[in-house]
C-alpha cells in the first residue's frame, strides 16, 4: 500500500490512486458509519479522505511511517471537523514526521507491515474486557467518559483498561527489534 | 526544555483515537509539539487505529470513486509551520498560536483576583468544555481545589510546585476529578499556563473563590 502511495505522491499515478480508493474507501466508510455517519454522509468523507490522500501525497514519505495509518489520521480528523463540528488540532503524521520517526520508533529496521501485523496480533489476544474498550474508543469514538457509562464503570477503571491494553501492545511491536 | 510531567497514556490514546474533546485536545497537541516522547507514543496509538480501521469489513460503496483534481491542486506542506513555529523560539506552542498569538508579551490579560489573570479562549460553539489561559503572579499560592472531571494545564512560562511535584516549561499535569492540590508558583518567575477542563463549570468554584479569597476558605 505505501508502494501505491509513492506512485501517487511521485507520479501522480490515477491507477494507483483507484486501487487506494478501491482498498480503503470502502473501510473509510464503514469506519466513518461506526462513528456514527449515515451511509450518505459515510461515503462523502469516505470519498473526501481520499481525494485528501491525493492531493497531499508529496508530503507523505512512505519511509517513514505506514500509509495505513496516514489514512486513519486524515479519516479521524475529517470526523472531528465534520461529525463533531470540532476544530482537530491534530496534525497529521508528515507535520512531526521528521523527528518523530528517525528518533522516536526506534524499531526502524522491522518493517511497516510486520508492526501492524504484530499490533493485529495484540489486539487480536487482548482479553476481551480491554479489547472492548480499545475498540469503543477507536472505532465507535466513545470519549473515556461516554464509554464508563456505556458500561457501567468507573472512569477510572476504562483508562486503566486502556493503558494495559496498550502496554501490551506496545511491547508486542517492540519485540520486533 | 526537560519535560518530566507528560499526559497520561490513556489521554493520549483518547487523543489518537479522536475523543478527546477540543479543549483537552488543544493542550495535549500542544504539549506533542514539544515533547518527543508523547509525540513518538501518539505515533503508536494512531497505528493501533489503522490496524483497527483496516480490519472492518468494507462498506459497499455507492458512487464510483471521484475524479482526480488536477495536478494545480496539489497541496504543500501545510503542516510545516508548527515545527517552525517552535524552532522559531516562541513561548506559545504553534498549535495554540492560532488562538493566541505568538508570543506571550501579546496577551491581553484581564485580572481575576489577588494575583491572577486569565484569558478565556474560543472553542467551537457548542464544543464542551472550558479552555484558558492563566497567569500567577510570584509566590502567589491557589487555594486548594480538587477537579470536576478530567483538567489538563501545559505549563507555557515560569513554573508552579504542588504536592505531586514542580511543574516546569512543556510539563503538563493530567488531573482526574481525584486529586486535590494547592499550586503555589514559583517565586521568581510566577506562572504561565494553558487549562483545558472537561467541563465548563469545574473552573467556577475556584474561580470564585480567587476573585473573593476570604470567602469559603
Redesign the interface.
Known amino acids: 500500500m505505501a508502494d501505491l502511495l509513492q506512485q501517487v505522491a511521485v507520479h501522480r499515478d490515477v491507477d494507483a490512486f483507484r486501487q487506494l480508493f478501491q482498498t480503503y474507501a470502502p473501510r473509510v466508510k464503514s469506519y466513518m458509519m461506526r462513528q456514527g455517519a449515515d451511509p450518505n454522509t459515510a461515503e462523502e468523507l469516505a470519498q473526501e479522505t481520499l481525494l485528501t490522500v491525493w492531493r497531499k501525497a508529496a508530503l507523505y514519505s512512505g519511509e517513514k511511517g505506514s500509509a495505513t495509518t496516514w489514512i486513519f489520521t486524515i479519516a479521524r480528523n475529517l470526523r472531528i471537523d465534520r461529525l463533531r463540528k470540532e476544530f482537530p488540532w491534530q496534525e497529521l503524521p508528515e507535520g512531526h514526521d521528521e523527528t518523530a520517526s528517525s528518533d522516536i520508533l526506534p524499531d526502524e529496521a522491522v518493517s511497516e507491515a510486520e508492526r501492524a501485523n504484530k499490533v493485529q496480533t495484540a489486539l487480536a489476544s487482548l482479553p476481551e474486557d480491554q479489547h472492548v474498550v480499545v475498540s469503543l474508543s477507536y472505532i465507535e469514538g466513545l470519549s473515556h467518559s461516554e464509554i464508563a457509562e456505556r458500561l457501567n464503570l468507573p472512569l477510572g477503571t476504562v483508562k486503566s483498561r486502556m493503558r494495559l491494553a496498550y502496554q501490551k501492545i506496545r511491547e508486542a511491536v517492540e519485540d520486533l527489534k | 526544555m526537560t519535560i518530566i510531567h507528560h499526559a497520561?497514556?490513556?489521554t493520549l490514546?483518547?487523543?489518537a483515537?479522536?475523543?478527546?474533546?477540543?479543549a483537552l485536545?488543544?493542550v495535549?497537541?500542544s504539549h506533542?509539539?514539544v515533547c518527543?516522547?508523547c509525540?513518538?507514543e501518539v505515533?503508536?496509538?494512531?497505528?493501533?487505529?489503522?490496524?483497527?480501521?483496516?480490519?472492518?469489513?468494507?462498506?459497499?460503496?455507492?458512487?464510483p470513486?471521484?475524479r482526480?483534481?488536477d495536478?494545480d491542486?496539489?497541496?504543500?506542506?501545510e503542516?510545516?509551520h508548527?515545527?517552525a513555529a517552535i524552532d522559531r523560539g516562541g513561548d506559545i506552542p504553534a498549535?495554540l498560536s492560532r488562538l493566541v498569538g505568538s508570543d506571550l508579551s501579546s496577551v491581553q490579560w484581564k485580572r481575576l483576583g489577588f494575583g491572577v489573570w486569565h484569558v478565556p479562549l474560543a472553542?467551537?460553539?457548542?464544543?464542551p468544555g472550558d479552555l484558558r489561559l492563566i497567569k500567577v503572579a510570584p509566590g502567589q499560592a491557589m487555594p486548594e481545589h480538587g477537579h470536576g472531571?478530567?483538567e489538563l494545564s501545559l505549563i507555557l512560562a515560569g513554573s508552579y510546585t504542588d504536592k505531586i511535584g514542580r511543574f516546569g516549561v512543556g510539563d503538563v499535569a493530567d488531573l482526574?476529578?481525584?486529586v486535590e492540590h494547592k499550586p503555589v508558583a514559583d517565586r521568581v518567575t510566577g506562572c504561565i499556563c494553558v487549562i483545558a477542563s472537561?467541563q465548563k463549570a469545574q473552573f467556577k468554584g475556584l474561580f470564585a473563590r480567587i476573585v473573593q479569597p476570604f470567602v469559603g476558605l
Do not use: C, F, H, N
Open positions: 497520561d497514556d490513556a490514546m483518547g487523543y483515537a479522536g475523543t478527546l474533546s477540543e485536545s488543544s495535549v497537541a506533542v509539539t518527543p516522547r509525540r513518538a505515533a503508536r496509538m494512531e497505528r493501533i487505529g489503522a490496524v483497527m480501521m483496516a480490519a472492518l469489513p468494507g462498506a459497499a460503496l455507492l458512487a470513486p471521484p482526480t483534481p495536478r491542486t496539489v497541496m504543500t506542506d503542516g510545516d508548527v515545527l498549535p472553542l467551537s460553539p457548542g464544543a472531571g478530567s482526574d476529578d481525584e472537561e
